[in-house]
Structure formats: structure tokens, C-alpha cells
């Protein structure tokens, strides 16, 4: 009898063990899943953030499935680099959605599948438009850009007069990056033009959430969205044609007359026409096993490069400002180094940026605090066993670039705004301790490995210039009504709106206030 009972525990304890060893060799820990919409219920609208909750509660890994579509989030730097790096080939495709793939000509350069093609448009836009030698090209664009928003806000500075910068912001975005590749626009009113259909396709990404992953939503919704996709697809359309049959006008009169483009254009060759050159190329080579590049995939590529360009860096540049506007002290210490290294008179350029280490760490902090992407997203291509789990191919993966970036685990006091951080050396080698490359998992602002933003030179030239002219030139003064009482008195609020990116909940409404009198001229 006892003998008989000992044996029956043995054999439950056995079965314990074997059905928990299953259980850790199979899927990552899950919590509690409803019918049919899985996880849906334990996400708010501040996805990031619900994934942090839970990876309190379920550790650094675990699987939800939302609607049918089956999750991983990882939320630790020694996950992520597993994920990431060990095992990249598995994990180096992303999940399109029906409606990327009809702004984008199902051409999209974020959204391609890693093969050919991918190869092919990265090494071309890298190249041509966004390497480090490639952004020094387009210089001239940029700083005619920081000229008229120094001008701008210098106006309103004279009239006393609020500025809206949650609308300056991605309007100078907009000039740089429109230009950068479709070559300067001949008017202001073109501009506008451009921006506002610009806008209406970029927003289109943006109001993905993850109901529209999930199957029984897509159904229900699809009707309205498909039909605003594919009138905002039209007028893009229409908007992108102008620009290349402008062009193609310009480049057969190159052919015929020899000489009659002007001095200026001749000099920098424009992103569209290196395009239009490969369309061409293309063309008459069909058959020598070159990816297919037609007429499509430049405006596929286009509307890819505004749509991943615009929100970062606008968002990035309005937390930067609102995190200045709390922390008196950090903006004092920024306005020294550049008082130091930039002679009176003089406004601040690109190219002092090597000796303004301080403003450049301002940036990373940001990225580090609001990240405007909050994950790395990607795709399983075939089932992988990552660490004790297996995941099964065409599971979504979520590295929560916001989560490790605020865990007390990877970062001294990690919710204090402290650019000093990213000054510090290593103990070991005297290189900076925190790389923005993606080599340290804890700060992925810009993903890692072969898929890492290629808009990083751009980004790190732009912005930290665009902040460092604006500490250089203005105070900015908010009302004080969309400010909140703390132990601190009070200051700007930093609430985060929901959405594909994580912008700031309220606008960034300042008053500038120049600090000089007479203008600044620009070397
Ligand atoms: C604050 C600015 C920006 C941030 C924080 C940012 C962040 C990111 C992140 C996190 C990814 C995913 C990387 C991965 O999967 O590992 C990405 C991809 C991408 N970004 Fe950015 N980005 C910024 C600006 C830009 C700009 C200015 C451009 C272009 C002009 C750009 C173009 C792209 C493209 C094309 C991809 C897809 C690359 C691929 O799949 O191969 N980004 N970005
Ligand atoms: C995804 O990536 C793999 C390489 O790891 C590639 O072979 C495959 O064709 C890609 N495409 C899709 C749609 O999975
Ligand atoms: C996009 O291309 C893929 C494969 O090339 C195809 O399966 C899909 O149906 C296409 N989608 C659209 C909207 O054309
Ligand atoms: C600021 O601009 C944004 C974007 O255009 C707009 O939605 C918002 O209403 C504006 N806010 C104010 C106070 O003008
Ligand atoms: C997100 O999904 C919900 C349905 O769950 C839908 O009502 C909403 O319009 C979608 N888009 C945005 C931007 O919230
Ligand atoms: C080239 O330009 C010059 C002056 O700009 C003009 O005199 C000359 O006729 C042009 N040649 C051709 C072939 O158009
Ligand atoms: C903040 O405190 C001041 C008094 O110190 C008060 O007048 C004001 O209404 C408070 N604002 C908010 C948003 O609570």
C-alpha cells in the first residue's frame, strides 16, 4: 500500500517533470489567451508600454497570440542580441501588411523580403542618397532648410508670437529629405503641395495598430481603409509622376541640346535621376539576371523613404526641445559648449558637430528616453530554437527597444534625463560606453544588424545640427497652460501619444525669444 502510494507520487512528480521539460522546450511563457481574440485584451494603446508590464509579470521573453496572429516579445539585451545577431537570418524579414504593399507599389524598400531585391535597393539608396559621403552631397539642401526655420521662428521671436513646432518640425523634414531626392522644389506653394499629400500617405502607415495583424478586424475594417488607402494612393501617384516626367523632360534636353541644364544641376545629380538612370539600365538588360527596377518601384522607393523619415526625426527633434525646456541645467551646459566652440557671429554648422559632443549625447538621451520607433519588428522565416525555446516560423518578433531602454537592470537611474551618460568611456577600451549602432542591445533606437536604419548618418547630421542652431539662436518660452505641477514646480508634460511611431500626446507650442540682436550669419 505504501509502497504503491510512493510509486504513484514518483509518477506524478515524473510527469510533472516531463510535461513542464515539454512545455520549456516548446514556446516562451504565455499568460492566460480568450478565444478568438487571444491576447487583445491585456494591450492598451500604448502598446510598449503593455509589453513592459508584462514582461514584468512573464520575464524577459513570452507569447501572446493576438487574434491569429502568434507574438514574441523579448525585452532583454542578452535576448535581443540572441534574437538579432546569433540568430539574424531567421528573424531578418518583416510582415507586410495589404496596405504597405499598395502605397508602396508592393515595392517597398522596409518591407522587402531579405533576398535580391532588398540587396539591391539598400546598396542603391545607401549609396546615392543616404551614406555618409552621399548626405555631405545634399549639405546645400539642408542648410537653405535651417536658414528658413532660423528666419521663421526669428519673425515670431520680433512679433512676440507662439510657433507651432509639432508643425515646423516635419515641415522641415519634409524640404530636406522631399528634396534630397526628388531635387529642389521650385516654389514654396510646390512645397506645400508635396507635404500635404506626403503627409496623407505617411499617415496611413501610422494608423496601423494591431488590430489590422489580425484577421476578423482586417475584415471588418477593410472596406473604408482600402477605399482612403487607394485615394491617397492616387494622388501620391500623381504627385511622384510630376516630379519624374519633370525630370525626364530635363534629362532629354540634356541628350539633344549638350548643355542647357544650368551649372547647379548639373553638379549634384539628384537621387531621382540615378533612379530614372537604373529604370533605363533596367530596361535594356532584362535578361543579364538583375532584379527587376521599373518605373514602380522608384515610386514604391520614394514613398518608402518619406514614410520611414518624416515622424522619427520630427517626433526625435520635439522630445529633444520638451526634454531642454525641463532640464534648464543641460541646456545651459549645451549652450557653453557651443558658445566655446563657436566664434561670436557665427551660426553653427554641420561641420562643427565633431566638437559639440555634448549636444550629440542630448540626441541619444532622447533616443534612449523616446525611441519614436519602440520596437524592432521582424518576422520568423523558419522555425529557430532560440536559447530553451522554439519559434515557430511567421511568428512576429518584438524587440522592446522602450522597455531596455528604461530598465533599471541595463541603466543607472534610468528615467532621469541624463545626457552625461553617453560620455562616459569604458572602463576597458577608451571608446564611448554606449555605441547607437545597434552593438549594444540595451540601445536599439535604430535596430542592429543588416536590417539597421539607413537614415542614421542623415539623422545624426541633421537633427543634432537642427538642435544646436536652435540652442545657439533662441530661448523657447511655453505658456505655462499645457504644463503640470510636480515636486520640481512645474514643467512640460511627456505623456506619449499611441501609434506606429510614439510621439509626444500634446504639441510643442513655444514662444521663440532670440538672444541676439542683430542676424547671425551663416558661414
Ligand atoms: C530619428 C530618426 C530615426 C529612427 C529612430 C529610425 C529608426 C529605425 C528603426 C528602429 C528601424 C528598424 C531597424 C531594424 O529592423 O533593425 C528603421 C528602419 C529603416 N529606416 Fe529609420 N529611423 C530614423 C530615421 C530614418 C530616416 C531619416 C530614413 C531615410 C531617409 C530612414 C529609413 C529607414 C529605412 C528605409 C528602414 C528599413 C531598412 C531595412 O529594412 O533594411 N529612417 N529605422
Ligand atoms: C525571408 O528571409 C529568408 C532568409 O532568411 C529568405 O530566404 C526568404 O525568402 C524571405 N522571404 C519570405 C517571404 O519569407
Ligand atoms: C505583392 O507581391 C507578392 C509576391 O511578389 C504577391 O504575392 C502579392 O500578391 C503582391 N501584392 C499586391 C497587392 O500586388
Ligand atoms: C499644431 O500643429 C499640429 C499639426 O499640424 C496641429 O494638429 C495642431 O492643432 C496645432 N496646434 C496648435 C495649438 O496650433
Ligand atoms: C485601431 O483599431 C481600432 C479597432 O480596434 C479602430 O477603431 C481604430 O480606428 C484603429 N486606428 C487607430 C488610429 O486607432
Ligand atoms: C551651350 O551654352 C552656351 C552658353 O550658355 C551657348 O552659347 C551654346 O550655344 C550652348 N551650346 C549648345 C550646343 O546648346
Ligand atoms: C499649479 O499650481 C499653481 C499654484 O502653484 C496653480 O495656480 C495651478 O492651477 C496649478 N496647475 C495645475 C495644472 O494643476
Known amino acids: 500500500m505504501v509502497i504503491e502510494l510512493v510509486l504513484f507520487i514518483l509518477f506524478l512528480v515524473l510527469a510533472f517533470l516531463i510535461s513542464k521539460h515539454f512545455r520549456v522546450n516548446h514556446l516562451p511563457p504565455s499568460p492566460f489567451a480568450l478565444p478568438i481574440i487571444g491576447h487583445f485584451h491585456l494591450l492598451s494603446p500604448l502598446i510598449h508600454r503593455s509589453f513592459h508590464d508584462l514582461s514584468r509579470r512573464l520575464g524577459p521573453v513570452f507569447f501572446l497570440r493576438l487574434g491569429s496572429l502568434p507574438c514574441v516579445v523579448v525585452s532583454s539585451p542578452e535576448l535581443a542580441k540572441e534574437f538579432l545577431k546569433t540568430h539574424e537570418l531567421s528573424f531578418i524579414n518583416r510582415s507586410e501588411t495589404t496596405a504597405v504593399e499598395r502605397m508602396t507599389y508592393n515595392a517597398s524598400f522596409a518591407f522587402a523580403p531579405y533576398g535580391p531585391y532588398w540587396k539591391f535597393i539598400r546598396k542603391l539608396s545607401t549609396n546615392e542618397l543616404l551614406s555618409g559621403r552621399s548626405v555631405d552631397k545634399f549639405l546645400p539642401i539642408r542648410n537653405q532648410e535651417y536658414m528658413r526655420l532660423i528666419r521663421l521662428l526669428a519673425k515670431k521671436a520680433k512679433a512676440c508670437e507662439p510657433v507651432n513646432l509639432s508643425e515646423e518640425l516635419p515641415r522641415v523634414g519634409h524640404n530636406i529629405i522631399g528634396q534630397m531626392m526628388l531635387g529642389k522644389y521650385s516654389s514654396a506653394s510646390r512645397a506645400e503641395k508635396a507635404r500635404l499629400v506626403v503627409r496623407e500617405a505617411t499617415k496611413i502607415f501610422g494608423e496601423f495598430n494591431f488590430s489590422d495583424f489580425n484577421g476578423i478586424w482586417k475584415k471588418l475594417d477593410l472596406q473604408g481603409f482600402q477605399k482612403r488607402i487607394d485615394a491617397t494612393h492616387h494622388k501620391f501617384d500623381a504627385l511622384v509622376e510630376e516630379f519624374i516626367a519633370e525630370r525626364e523632360e530635363l534629362r532629354k534636353k540634356n541628350i539633344d541640346g549638350g548643355n542647357s541644364t544650368s551649372a547647379e544641376e548639373k553638379d549634384v545629380k539628384g537621387f531621382l535621376d540615378v533612379l530614372l538612370d537604373k529604370v533605363e539600365e533596367c530596361k535594356s538588360s532584362t535578361e543579364n539576371g538583375e532584379v527587376e527596377f521599373s518605373r ?73 528616453l523616446h525611441p519614436p520607433l519602440a520596437f524592432v519588428a521582424r518576422k520568423c522565416t523558419q522555425q529557430s530554437k532560440v536559447g530553451k525555446y ?95 505641477n510636480t515636486s520640481n514646480g512645474k514643467v512640460l508634460e511627456m505623456d506619449e501619444r499611441p501609434g506606429f511611431t510614439t510621439p509626444r500626446a500634446s504639441d510643442l507650442v513655444c514662444v521663440p525669444v532670440s538672444r541676439f540682436s542683430s542676424p547671425i550669419k551663416y558661414p
Open 296 to 368: 514602380n518601384n522608384v515610386k514604391g522607393l520614394i514613398t518608402d523613404l518619406f514614410s520611414a523619415s518624416i515622424d522619427t526625426t520630427s517626433i526625435s527633434m520635439e522630445w529633444t526641445l520638451a526634454e531642454l525646456i525641463n532640464h534648464p541645467e543641460v541646456l545651459k551646459k549645451a549652450r557653453e559648449e557651443i558658445d566655446r566652440v563657436v566664434e561670436t557671429g557665427r551660426l553653427v554648422g554641420e561641420s562643427d558637430l565633431p566638437n559639440l559632443p555634448y549636444i550629440q549625447a542630448i540626441m541619444k538621451e532622447t533616443f534612449r
Open 390 to 484: 522554439i519559434i515557430p516560423e511567421n511568428t512576429m518578433l518584438f524587440v522592446n527597444i522602450w522597455a531596455m531602454a528604461r530598465d533599471p537592470k541595463n541603466w543607472e537611474n534610468p528615467l532621469e534625463f541624463r545626457p552625461e551618460r553617453f560620455l562616459q568611456l569604458d572602463a576597458d577600451d577608451s571608446t564611448n560606453a554606449i555605441d547607437i549602432r545597434g552593438q549594444h542591445f540595451q540601445y536599439l533606437p535604430f535596430g542592429s544588424g543588416r536590417r539597421i536604419c539607413p537614415g542614421l548618418p542623415l539623422t545624426m547630421k541633421m537633427l543634432p545640427t537642427l538642435l544646436a542652431i536652435m540652442i545657439q539662436c533662441f530661448d523657447l518660452k511655453v505658456s505655462g497652460a499645457e504644463c503640470k
